[in-house]
């Protein structure tokens, strides 16, 4: 009997086990999803040139700041959290831009473990390895979080603002102080967000908070937006302002019932672009709605005991929707990044209901090879950091060949595929000058590349390059330093 008692139910250590290599699985799986390629699958377009020469302007000319971009609002700003964020791995790996695949990688992978944690939190450990197994190898997810822009925490923070929301509705008390942070950090993360802001009131209803807890809320709220209340402080509150006016400022916009279907058709896109993203050619996408729908009722009807929370969080898309359709602004799909957690959520308890696991795991395995499949053959883009890079290089040689003091580079294409260079020029030691400065050589750069001579051209990607003629350039070194020769400033920034 002694000897019995001394061994021990090792069962708990077993399933604790398990759950630790179902979500290591998962996680490798998400990171080798964003790692994949990323070089020739990283967008280095104009928001990734404008953080960089941010990034540049605080480490080097250190330039402390408040506010990062101009936002598509005019006179409105993002934070400058992710610009700071930025400057550390700039600085660690001086000034690479590929280190924008750190902060990249892991935040995604920090997403993942989020959802995992938070779904099984509230509904069960099986229905936390589903939504965390479609975030983790869904191609369009993978390609959002190594997009790498500001707004791309969007979806940690709308994870995270899930749980708040949940939360609630257990009555929760202490989980006001992460709404608090939440809410201080929305500046800097997505102004779009604000039509959330009320969910967790309503998912409280009528309860009534202990003083001491709102004070500290309060102050955590007044600490992690106090760099957005300092520059309307000193600005006048120009920013809300312009908030106000430029949500009603007439864009020129569909109107009516044509709004609707935009509204309709730009959300549904989102989500086909995220879970989707290879069935690019069905252009219903307001279509998707009616799936999310007839799967929201299913489990509405199925799961009682989740009724209030399934109310409450199809508030979250429904305010979304409605905003953008009051709002006047041009609808556009990245809108609806924040509402793809709840989708993913509704989408796995109903998945959970399969009660045949030969179907669940067939539909596992079908989803991950037809992501596996986007993964190889759509993550390189024509247009990638790749390729310009290579592009930069090319004419950086050819430079240091010819001695050139400066040189102009002139883009033949439609209006954006002259960004994503600025930072590359200057970090390669290439002086551009605009094609004005006397004497001055030019290269052009065709987009697509088969516009150009092809007898002349060199190709990199979507980009052709022609070199200048061939002959003696009487530059003056001095022309190349003076201001009415230097590119305008890039748009979007600010100091």
């Not at 019995?4 to 759950?19: G, L, S, T």
């Not at 007839?294 to 979304?320: G, Q």
């Not at 883009?381 to 240091?400: E, F, G, Q, T």
């Not at 350039?473 to 330093?481: A, E, H, R, V």
Request: glycine residues 8%; hydrophobic residues 50%; positive net charge.
């Amino acid at each position: 009997m002694l000897m019995a008692n001394m061994y021990v139910d090792y069962k708990w250590y077993d399933r604790f086990m398990k759950v630790r290599l179902i979500l290591g699985v998962i996680l490798v799986l998400g990171f080798i999803w964003r790692i994949y390629n990323f070089e020739k699958g990283f967008s280095f377009a104009h928001d990734q040139d404008l953080y960089s020469w941010i990034a540049k302007d605080i480490l080097i000319n250190h330039h402390q700041r408040l506010i990062g971009q101009v936002t598509s609002v005019e006179g409105v700003f993002i934070g400058s959290a992710y610009y700071y964020l930025m400057a550390i791995f700039y600085w660690i790996f001086n000034l690479n831009p590929l280190s924008a695949v750190i902060p990249t990688v892991v935040g995604g992978l920090i997403t993942i473990g989020s959802i995992y944690w938070i779904f099984s939190r509230h509904f069960g450990k099986y229905i936390g390895a589903i939504g965390a197994f479609i975030y983790s190898v869904s191609f369009g997810v993978a390609a959002y979080d190594r997009w790498s822009v500001p707004t791309q925490p969007t979806m940690l923070w709308s994870v995270w603002y899930l749980l708040v929301i949940l939360e609630a509705i257990r009555g929760n008390q202490k989980i006001i102080y992460l709404y608090a942070v939440l809410l201080g950090l929305l500046w800097q993360i997505h102004i779009a967000l604000l039509p959330v802001v009320i969910i967790p009131m309503i998912a409280f209803g009528l309860r009534k908070f202990e003083i001491k807890k709102m004070l500290i809320a309060g102050i955590i709220l007044m600490l992690t937006a106090s760099p957005f209340f300092i520059f309307e402080i000193r600005h006048n509150f120009s920013q809300s302002r312009a908030i106000l006016n430029g949500s009603q400022k007439e864009m020129g916009g569909p109107t009516g019932k044509m709004k609707v279907i935009k509204v309709l058709n730009a959300s549904g896109k989102e989500i086909q672009t995220r879970l989707f993203f290879g069935w690019d050619k069905f252009s219903k996408s307001e279509y998707w709605w009616f799936g999310y729908l007839a799967v929201f009722t299913f489990i509405f009807y199925k799961k009682r005991e989740w009724r209030r929370h399934l109310f409450i969080l199809s508030l979250w898309p429904i305010s979304m929707l409605v905003i953008q359709f009051w709002s006047k602004r041009v609808v556009s799909e990245y809108y609806f990044s924040n509402i793809l957690p709840v989708v993913i959520l509704i989408l796995s308890i109903a998945l959970s209901e399969i009660r045949r696991k030969y179907i669940i795991l067939g539909l596992g395995l079908g989803y991950f090879l037809l992501n596996l499949g986007w993964l190889v053959n759509k993550s390189e883009l024509d247009h990638s950091y790749y390729y310009r890079n290579k592009l930069v290089k090319a004419i950086k040689a050819d430079v240091i060949k010819n001695k050139y003091s400066c040189v102009a580079v002139n883009f033949i294409a439609d209006p954006g595929f002259s960004w994503g260079f600025r930072y590359l020029w200057w970090y390669n030691g290439v002086g551009v000058v605009k094609a004005s400065t006397p004497n001055i050589p030019i290269y052009n750069v065709f987009v697509p590349a088969p516009l150009g001579d092809k007898d002349k051209a060199q190709y990199f990607g979507r980009f052709g390059l022609v070199r200048p003629e061939n002959k003696i350039y009487s530059i003056n070194p001095d022309d190349c330093k003076k201001d009415e020769y230097q590119l305008e400033p890039m748009l979007g920034y600010v100091e």
